[in-house]
Structures are given as structure tokens and as C-alpha cells.
């Protein structure tokens, strides 16, 4: 499930947490494979058990990041402090302790945390800019399409860049985590980490859409379904979250649809 090459300080703190999820906390993983085999949630079982994992990995993540840039914000503070107050929140909040999952993994979660932290929020300089439209075969948004101009006439055009994995979770602000995106695409994402954490899951359609209905469904639940391809993408080929958004290319907001058009209405059975 790790499976794609992290490039960002917040994703190899990420792909740490999903490690320390699949070999230690077994009755987790238990439980999450019972659900995914079982057959009572009316046939989505296998998507709801990616739903409550990627849930799972999000939430610790997230609260890591934060939770490191809340205590570097001291102004008191010093290595030994930061280090200490991280690894009380760790045992006390998260169940998380040296004893449990030993020191080197402990260690390294901490740092990875901190290193996360002091990535978020960079700006992107202009050297880093020209990098990134020179890596793209044609100045368009990564996620709906639409053609982007560094100097437009509309204003609405203009190119953005787009933090691949989000720059308040520990995205670093380098070519290799940016992708142009439109305004619209790059503020309705905003700080989505994986496609779990927008809480798309919920019923969006009614049975049997009309082709009405189907217009109607609204552009993060698109992004969110466009970024969970790009994911399933990267971890089948190894890649980095923004080659695998590459070669999968912006998404058809046009075409999405039911894969069944005598169900539909959740998430889990719109395509694209
Ligand atoms: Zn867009």
C-alpha cells in the first residue's frame, strides 16, 4: 500500500506512520482485513477499508505535523526540550512509546515530524517556478485541464503552483512536489492529503442519476477522485505522486459518471 517513491519531507514521514501501522499495530491490521474481506457493507467492503485506513494514516500524520510545528514555535525551547515534550505527546496521545516500537523507529518518527514541519509553508522561489514549467509537456492545470498563461490577458487564466503533497503537511516547496494548477483547482484542493481526508465518502447522488444529477457533482469531489487515481497510480508503478499525475493526465470534469447507473449514490461508484 506504501508503494510510491516519496520526493517531500511529509511524505517520508507519512510512509514511516503506514510502516509503523502495518508491522506493529496488529490488531489494527486485523480488524481492517476482516472488514475488507467481509461482505457486509452492502459490496464496499474493499473501498471502505481504504477509506478508514487512509483515514487512520492521515489523521496521524497530520497531527504530527502540527504537533511539531506547535512545539518548535517556543521561544524557549531547545533540541532537548522539543525532543522531550514530542515524545510525551507521542506515549501520551498516540500510544506511541520507545518501549513499543523501539528507540530507532521512535527517533526517527520524531525527526521526521520536525523535518516535516520546518518544510510547511515555504515559498516557491522563481528559479524553482521556471523548473516546473520546463517539467511539464504543456502549461495546463494538472487536475481539470484547462490552459494556463505565465502573463494573461484574464486574470483567471494565470498559471499557479500547485504543492502536489501539501505544503502545510510537510510538502516541500521543490519542482519535484509542484504542478501548474488553475486558481479554481489550487484553492478548492487546498490542503487535501490523500482523497480520504476530504470526506468524500458520503452519499452524493441519488439512485438512478440523471444526466442532471450528474452535472451537479461539485469539483473537490472530482479533485478527490482524480487524487485517489493518482495514488493507486503511483503505488502500482513506483512513482512520485506528481510522475504518476503526468502520465495519468488532468481529469475529463466533464466525464465523470456512475460505473453503474442503476446504483450510484456514493463516491465509490464515480469514475472517470
Ligand atoms: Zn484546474
Redesign the pocket.
Known amino acids: 500500500m506504501i508503494g510510491f517513491r516519496p520526493v517531500t519531507q511529509g511524505e517520508h514521514l507519512y510512509v514511516r506512520v503506514v510502516d509503523i501501522f502495518v508491522n506493529y499495530d496488529h490488531a489494527l491490521t486485523k480488524s481492517i482485513e476482516n472488514f475488507r474481506n467481509g461482505s457486509f457493507v452492502g459490496n464496499r467492503s474493499e473501498e471502505f477499508a481504504d477509506y478508514f485506513v487512509g483515514l487512520y494514516y492521515f489523521n496521524l500524520t497530520a497531527r504530527l505535523v502540527k504537533t511539531a510545528k506547535s512545539i518548535l514555535c517556543d521561544p524557549n525551547g531547545n533540541e532537548f526540550t522539543y525532543r522531550s515534550s514530542f515524545l510525551t505527546f507521542l506515549a501520551n496521545q498516540c500510544s506511541i512509546s520507545e518501549g513499543q516500537f523501539g528507540r530507532a523507529n521512535v527517533n526517527l518518527l520524531v525527526n521526521l515530524s520536525f523535518e516535516a514541519a520546518l518544510a510547511s509553508g515555504q515559498s516557491i522561489s522563481n528559479s524553482t517556478k521556471n523548473i516546473v514549467r520546463a517539467s511539464v509537456p504543456m502549461l495546463e492545470?494538472y487536475?481539470?485541464g484547462?490552459s494556463l498563461f505565465v502573463n494573461p490577458v484574464d486574470a483567471r487564466d494565470a498559471i499557479e503552483y500547485e504543492h502536489v503533497w501539501p505544503s502545510s503537511y510537510g510538502g516541500d516547496s521543490i519542482a519535484a512536489n509542484l504542478l501548474p494548477?488553475?486558481s479554481?483547482?489550487n484553492r478548492e484542493k487546498g490542503a487535501m492529503m490523500l482523497w480520504q481526508d476530504t470526506w468524500k465518502h458520503s452519499l452524493i447522488l441519488p439512485p438512478y442519476p440523471s444526466a442532471n444529477d450528474l452535472t451537479e457533482i461539485n469539483r473537490p469531489l472530482k479533485i478527490a477522485l482524480h487524487r485517489r487515481r493518482i495514488f493507486e497510480y503511483a503505488v502500482q508503478h513506483s512513482l512520485t505522486l506528481k510522475d504518476s499525475a503526468l502520465e495519468i493526465g488532468p481529469a475529463d470534469f466533464s466525464a465523470f459518471a456512475p460505473m453503474d447507473l442503476t446504483d450510484a449514490a456514493d463516491f465509490f461508484t464515480i469514475q472517470f
Open positions: 492545470c487536475i481539470c484547462k494548477a488553475c479554481c483547482c
